[in-house]
């Protein structure tokens, strides 16, 4: 397989939005909600205390142009009164009334500013990618694209073609809907591409602005949650076939699973007020289920030398703090720990979806690692499918 990887870029969102802020505005909305009494220990739970959007707090729970008369409209509802008996006067006062009441943003209003912020930050993403790599945008012969919160077609691969200027015979793969496995897919679909062609150079940019899920009417404690976990980040990393001076990574294999039947535990809903992320309470254990089946891939990859091998790194994005625990636990008992010291250190300042495990690697690089030493990237999206990626340091 043999892909080798340059450290990637990593563009976090400018606007910091601190949970305090999050609860405030929360309990203030929703004071009556089942979990309002609780909110205070779940928000401390989740262990960030800041993370960082495209858009400021104040763009996510703005009102929308309109008001409260929504898609009726002035006219129908004026006849409608009339038709009750109403007189001119006080359908007048009525109208007026309704039309100043507040409605909620519409899906271009908040979908587009944020279209237009995956964009600008996926460009300064893959722009240092290339940097880093000492390459320039003629040199890319294939573009990966990931976002899946923004949907726009076309997509994020021909609004980089353009704003890098890429030949025009540059092979372009967006991939919208990998979400949250957009990091180790991507990769793995990179060291397939270098394989076929070891001269080529792949560049994978994964661009999400989860904050778009935030949903101020929401009132389920699952919303409550993705409003405390999700973070805005751009990144990029350049892949090629043969090393060069900066490389960082040799991938040596991947592995893809999937579980049946598991579709619905974590999707994107589009409703008439935008993108909402619903969860389902059991996606935890079947996120385990698939960190169960990567352990017997390793097994089974080094059992020749059960003993003595174990990876030296972990860059793990399971979804959550509670599936880094059961992978903590269900580890072999001779691995070191703090396997996954990265991972979390990544959580503390939000879930990046399919940009987390570049988030990670990054991390990782900056300490700096041992030539030699082996390193496993996880992650898990919803599907659920999930998919590895094990390599050695350079």
């Known amino acids: ?194 394989a076929a062609d070891p001269d080529r150079v792949v560049l994978v940019v994964i661009a999400e602005a989860l904050s778009t899920t935030y949903q101020p009417s929401d009132d389920t404690l699952e919303s409550l949650i993705v409003r405390l976990l999700f973070a805005d980040t751009a990144v990029a990393a350049v892949v090629t076939g043969r090393p060069r001076r900066e490389s960082v990574l040799r991938l040596d294999a991947s592995w893809h699973h999937t579980l049946p039947g598991t579709q619905d535990l974590h999707r994107l809903e589009t409703r008439a007020d935008g993108t909402h992320f619903v969860m389902d309470r059991r996606g935890p254990r079947a996120v385990q289920e698939t960190v169960t089946a990567m352990w017997e891939w390793l097994r089974v990859r080094y059992q020749d030398d059960p003993d003595s091998w174990h990876p030296d790194l972990l860059l793990a994005h399971p979804g959550g703090t509670r599936v880094l625990e059961y992978m903590e636990q269900t580890m072999p008992e001779a691995w070191p720990s703090g396997l996954l010291e990265y991972s979390r250190d990544s959580y503390t300042s939000g879930n990046r979806g399919g940009a987390a495990v570049f988030d990670i690697l990054r991390r990782a690089h900056d300490a700096g690692q041992k030539p030699g030493s082996r390193a496993v990237l996880y992650a898990a999206a919803p599907g659920l499918t999930a998919t590895a990626l094990e390599g050695e340091w350079l």
């Open 1 to 194: 397989m043999a892909a080798y990887l340059c450290p990637p870029a990593v563009i976090h969102g400018e606007h910091r939005v601190r949970t305090s802020q999050i609860v405030a505005e929360v309990r203030d909305r929703h004071p009556h909600a089942a979990w309002a009494p609780r909110i205070d220990g779940i928000a401390a739970s989740t262990g960030i205390e800041t993370r960082g959007w495209m858009l400021p707090l104040e763009a996510a729970v703005a009102p929308g142009s309109g008001g409260g008369l929504g898609a009726v409209g002035t006219g129908p509802a004026q006849e409608a009164l009339a038709r009750d008996g109403f007189s001119r006067p006080e359908v007048d006062r009525v109208i007026a009334a309704l039309e100043a009441i507040p409605g909620p943003q519409t899906v271009q209003e908040r979908t587009a500013p944020a279209w237009e912020a995956v964009q600008a930050y996926g460009e300064r993403a893959a722009r240092g990618a290339l940097q880093i790599a000492g390459l320039d945008a003629a040199d890319i012969d294939c573009l990966i694209t990931s976002h899946s919160t923004t949907p726009a077609l076309p997509g994020l691969d021909i609004a980089l073609a353009n704003k890098l200027r890429l030949r025009d015979d540059v092979m372009l793969l967006p991939a919208t809907q990998w979400a949250c496995i957009a990091g180790t897919r991507s990769l793995a679909l990179a060291a397939d591409l270098v």
